[in-house]
């Protein structure tokens, strides 16, 4: 079946960079894409979302990026901090409301 | 505002025995609740899904009668484990949504259920 992907599993960043968090999706009628951040031993937390008629949507210190024509979203963290660290997890909606999740990229800033 | 609170935060249990895990939207009207069920390092598999006074939708492969879930009113969905077995340790999600597709679920803290 069609599921979602991220490229890098793990990354490391020092406080105060900016962080870049990519997945790849292969659905193509997906209209809704969310980022949740997942911190140890807790559900995912909504952090920004998107609807497949934008292509970017800013919220604070965070942007989400959506390009439709290599099926790609990122999320971009301004500033990062060492409360940053968590699992991101992009999710995608493909109007029959479930969500599918991709694997995770683990996100370790260092102080 | 969209608060989901699960209970209990943790289980520890003997096999055999069955285990109840409650969902409950704190600040608005969940239409629509949802089970996930995680292993370490993974990520989130979708169970079931499960509307207000209907009957749960499962996904492939989850059997319906070892994962019961009851969605009687519009804040509170439960999940309950019968005879769990040590394989059915593992962290249990639940969301809930309200209104209409295209709005994000919000998650509860999740359980975590260790059978002995």
């Known amino acids: 079946g069609e599921s979602v992907g991220l490229h890098l599993p793990t990354l490391s960043v020092q406080e105060g960079d900016n962080s870049i968090i990519n997945c790849a999706y292969s659905?193509?009628?997906?209209?809704?894409f969310i980022w949740y951040k997942q911190e140890s031993g807790k559900g995912p937390q909504f952090i920004i979302d998107i609807r497949s008629n934008m292509d970017k949507r800013q919220g604070q210190r965070v942007t989400v990026l959506l390009n439709k024509t290599v099926k790609h979203l990122s999320l971009q963290i301004a500033a990062t901090q060492p409360g940053d660290s968590a699992v991101y997890f992009c999710a995608e909606n493909t109007g029959y409301s479930t969500l599918t999740f991709g694997k995770g990229t683990m996100l370790l800033v260092s102080p | 505002g969209a608060v989901v609170s699960q209970h209990p935060s943790w289980v520890i249990c003997k096999s055999g025995t069955s285990v109840k895990i409650e969902c409950r939207s704190l600040?608005?009207?969940?239409?629509?609740m949802f089970w996930y069920r995680q292993f370490p390092k993974q990520s989130l598999m979708l169970m079931a899904t499960s509307n207000e006074g209907s009957k749960a939708t499962y996904e492939q492969g989850v059997e319906k009668d070892k994962f019961l879930i009851n969605h009687a009113s519009l804040t509170l969905s439960t999940l309950t484990v019968t005879s769990a077995h040590p394989e059915d340790s593992s962290f249990y999600i639940c969301s809930a949504r309200s209104g209409q597709i295209n709005q994000p679920q919000h998650f509860g803290d999740g359980t975590r259920l260790s059978i002995l």
């Open positions: 659905n193509s009628a997906s209209d809704y």
């Open positions: 600040d608005f009207q969940a239409t629509t």
